[in-house]
């Protein structure tokens, strides 16, 4: 994969946070109770995936997308983050330690694992509990025969 290619899938990654975060984050609970509180939306993998409404518990699959997460949720944002991967912690050591600094609570978000290295732990997902986990595109050929 050259460069453009990477920057093109990192943008795009980028809109997709922005945009589920947008929409899971920010929805109120119905004034009046639906069936289930949940909306139904298509991912980038073409699936039709049924959610709770509002999401509190959320597992990153990548830690990087923590920028745009924290952008999101604003000050809050750590305490709905029940997991995630190691890479902002092994890819950009800088960023994370910055982050820590100022909300020192990270540090104690579980690690699920990574699935570039074949660490990915499901077990580990599902006895967090989250109401949504977001991993991003590129290793959804790696993920998708542990979430299926």
Do not use: C, Q
Not at 12 to 37: H, Q
């Amino acid at each position: 994969m050259n460069k453009n290619n990477s920057i093109v899938i990192t943008i795009i990654l980028i809109i997709f946070v922005i945009f589920v975060a947008g929409l899971f984050l920010f929805s109120d609970s119905p004034k009046t109770p639906t069936e289930n509180n949940t909306i139904t939306v298509t991912d980038f993998a073409g699936r039709n995936v049924s959610l709770k409404v509002p999401v509190e518990r959320v597992v990153l699959g990548s830690s990087r997308d923590l920028h745009e997460f924290a952008a999101i949720e604003g000050e809050n944002f750590s305490k709905k983050i029940v997991g995630w991967g190691p890479d902002l912690k092994d890819t950009d050591k800088d960023t994370y330690d910055k982050f820590k600094e100022k909300y020192p609570k990270i540090e104690n978000i579980p690690d699920v694992g990574s699935f570039s290295k074949g660490t990915f732990s499901v077990e580990k997902v599902v006895s967090l509990n989250p109401d949504l986990v977001t991993i991003p595109l590129w290793d959804y050929e790696k993920a998708k025969y542990d979430i299926e």
